[in-house]
């Protein structure tokens, strides 16, 4: 039996030789550090634990959630976070949808809006699910190169006018995956202006908001005047709060933005276990004494591996926020992969192409500050000894 066209329609994966190289490798009895898993490493709160624990021992909360968009309780936590985090009023009944994590409202907005023959915007390099779901829709995905020259922020006037005016949608994602850019405010002000120039929607992946470093705060789209007629916004618990396995988030914006994705979820799952609703109210709640502990941890990180690896020729800036480190390829080295599998070959140092992420992500490998086991310093600094002593650089 063949599987779907849609199926077919997928590139394959160009990470398959790193993978296969990793899967020998720990046959043969030698673990790879790896800097590519980009899954947050440290347990969830004990707060939000001990909350789920006294959640799932009600009854009340065994049965479907049917109020399609999330318990009440738990959309006013989410309005109140917001409010206090980015000053934006949010009406818990309307402008607010819980999801089961970021990533599944990601995939269903695209299918509350987009047909065959209809045009996405999308940034290069990016985070896969815009650019598969748009295809697995009927729709085109037109690229945004994000570029160094222009701090990985897409260029709108780089855009063809008439591929502007065709436009239904357009994905934006800062703080960056892959990248680690951030966006200003008057980029997220040019890019409402674009949105109701075009009359297009703006969906703004907005996980890695709260991972950030030396005093940055990141920005919501929706602080933007206007930005409510244009933009739904993504947000997720799974790296604030190290859960991305619980799989509980939110969508919010525009009324008919939220009233759209929720149709489509209604047909496709049945919401997130209302325990974990209520445990994330805990973690909303507590947002302010816990936040600084995760941060202060993947700083501490991102200090060590780019300055490791300026030690040994780059000329990295230290990103602002995401756990994310984009690095350039050495001249020595024709692609992405070519570098990447020498990393791993080499010196068992595991990154990932940046062409995984798109064409434009060619030229670099990203490089992740989650690290599994107990040492995680001590993995930074010996990947840099063994990319120092097993890798040839040449600047």
């Given at each position: ?74 959309k006013q936590a989410i309005a109140d ?77 780089a855009i063809p006018k008439g591929v ?232």
């Amino acid at each position: 039996m063949q599987v779907a066209q849609r199926l077919q329609r997928i590139p394959p994966y160009p990470f398959r030789e790193i993978a296969m190289l990793k899967a020998k490798m720990i046959e043969e009895g030698t673990e790879p550090i790896d800097l590519g898993i980009g899954d947050p490493d440290m347990p969830t709160p004990d707060f939000i634990i001990e909350a789920l624990c006294q959640a799932a021992h009600d009854p009340d909360t065994h049965p479907y959630d049917e109020s399609g968009f999330g318990i009440p309780e738990y959309k006013q936590a989410i309005a109140d976070f917001v409010q206090h985090r980015f000053g934006i009023d949010i009406d818990p009944d309307g402008e607010v949808q819980s999801c089961i994590g970021s990533k599944e409202a990601l995939a269903h907005i695209v299918w509350a809006y987009i047909d065959p023959g209809d045009i996405v915007l999308v940034p290069d390099p990016a985070y896969s699910v815009y650019k598969v779901q748009t295809s697995w829709c009927g729709g085109a995905a037109f690229p945004m190169p994000l570029l160094a020259e222009n701090d990985f922020l897409p260029d709108f006037d780089a855009i063809p006018k008439g591929v502007a005016k065709a436009a239904k949608m357009m994905f934006l994602n800062y703080p960056n995956n892959p990248t680690g850019a951030v966006a200003p405010p008057e980029f997220l002000q040019e890019a409402v202006k674009f949105a109701h120039d075009n009359e297009l929607l703006i969906v703004n992946d907005a996980a890695y908001v709260e991972i950030s470093f030396d005093g940055y705060r990141a920005h919501s789209i929706l602080e933007v005047e206007g930005a409510k007629d244009v933009a739904i916004e993504m947000h997720s618990l799974s790296k604030t709060f190290n859960m991305t396995g619980w799989r509980v988030g939110w969508a919010m914006g525009g009324r008919q933005y939220v009233e759209a994705l929720s149709k489509t979820k209604s047909n496709v799952d049945s919401g997130t276990f209302m325990a974990i609703q209520r445990a994330a109210i805990a973690g909303l709640q507590r947002y302010d004494q816990w936040v600084d502990t995760v941060r202060s941890q993947y700083q501490e990180r991102r200090d060590a591996l780019v300055e490791g690896l300026n030690s040994l020729g780059w000329k990295l800036q230290k990103p602002k926020a995401t756990f994310y480190v984009w690095v350039p390829i050495p001249p020595n080295y024709e692609t992405s992969g070519d570098f990447a599998t020498v990393l791993l070959r080499d010196a068992q140092v595991l990154a990932i192409p940046g062409s995984v992420y798109g064409a434009y992500g060619e030229g670099f490998v990203r490089m992740s500050l989650t690290i599994k086991g107990p040492d995680k310093l001590g993995q930074i600094r010996q990947a840099i000894d063994s990319i120092r002593q097993n890798v040839k650089l040449e600047w």
